[in-house]
């Protein structure tokens, strides 16, 4: 499976709660970049998995109108994700080719770092709004290759 991770993009500093935190003008301005790079590369995932956290959520909204993507609500993928959870949960997906998921810091550093094999997340950074592929051979730690992470300025 091609597994995309995408983080959410900027979003607003002030709101009642964190997960109420909406896109900011950036944030949008990043998404719809993503979702025309993902376009223009042909980047078609089957599934999209978002947070239900809400700059995850509307991150996940543009990107998947602009692909035409189904879009798919998991709580799993809300603030403090688990890595041997969502590596769990992904299994449920294993056969479809390509998934993306989107979601959070640090929890995407600590997902990458466990099925890379990796000690730590110390080394790894998701920026906001960048995409980070992953081929997934197993769905255990370690059973994963990484072919890129590309922050949205370079898209």
């Given at each position: 499976?091609?597994?995309?991770?995408?983080?959410?993009?900027?979003?607003?500093?002030?709101?009642e709660t964190d997960d109420a935190r909406c896109l900011s003008e950036k944030g949008l301005a990043q998404a719809k970049k993503v979702a025309r790079f993902c376009a223009?590369?042909?980047?078609?995932?089957?599934?999209?998995?978002?947070?239900?956290?809400?700059?995850?959520?509307?991150?996940?909204?543009?990107?998947?109108?602009?692909?035409?993507?189904?879009?798919?609500?998991?709580?799993?993928?809300?603030?403090?994700?688990?890595?041997?959870h969502a590596t769990h949960e992904l299994r449920d997906h294993r056969a479809l080719s390509t998934v993306m998921i989107v979601?959070?810091?640090?929890?995407?550093?600590?997902l990458v770092a466990h099925l890379l094999g990796l000690v730590s997340e110390e080394r790894i950074v998701i920026r906001k709004a960048s995409l980070t592929l992953?081929?997934?051979?197993?769905?255990?730690?370690?059973g994963a290759c990484l072919h890129y992470s590309l922050p949205c300025r370079m898209m």
């Open positions: 499976m091609q597994l995309y991770l995408l983080r959410h993009a900027n979003a607003d500093t002030i709101a223009a590369q042909e980047i078609e995932p089957a599934l999209i998995l978002s947070s239900p956290v809400r700059r995850a959520h509307e991150t996940a909204l543009i990107v998947s109108a602009h692909l035409r993507a189904e879009l798919a609500v998991e709580h799993w993928l809300s603030c403090g994700m688990n890595p041997e979601g959070h810091e640090p929890d995407f550093s600590r992953l081929e997934i051979d197993s769905f255990r730690a370690g």
